[in-house]
Nanobody
Framework: QVQFVESGGGLVQPGGSLRLSCAAS????????LGWYRRAPGKQRELVAR???????NYADSVKGRFTISRDNAKNSLTLQMNSLKPEDTAVYYC??????????WGQGTQVTVSS
């Protein structure tokens, strides 16, 4: 049974920063590409950033240059550093497999709210 637990969200002003963390258990963490996803109110969940098992990264156009995804295989953890946050980044953020997210692996997510 795979579990992802997201943390680090909160309320931040526009232009601010947050660092999200995802702890994984119950899986051979290193073999998977991993991704951060988000679901904004009234919208479908979307991929924000992806990192392969080898460390290659991809970002949605809307976050390029502002967000950085990284992973620590020794700690089974995934991180998303978010800088220059905008109100449109407001969403619940989740982690999952980066190429084919598994329905049963979705966790509770962590809420990010960008507002003045």
């Amino acid at each position: 049974q795979v579990q992802f637990v997201e943390s680090g969200g909160g309320l931040v002003q526009p232009g601010g920063s947050l660092r999200l963390s995802c702890a994984a258990s119950g899986t051979a963490f290193t073999i998977y590409g991993l991704g951060w996803y988000r679901r904004a109110p009234g919208k479908q969940r979307e991929l924000v950033a992806r990192i392969t098992s080898g460390g290659s990264t991809n970002y949605a156009d809307s976050v390029k240059g502002r967000f950085t995804i990284s992973r620590d295989n020794a700690k089974n953890s995934l991180t998303l550093q978010m800088n220059s946050l905008k109100p449109e980044d407001t969403a619940v953020y989740y982690c999952n497999e980066g190429f084919s997210p598994v329905e049963l692996w979705w966790g509770q997510g962590t809420q990010v709210t960008v507002s003045s």
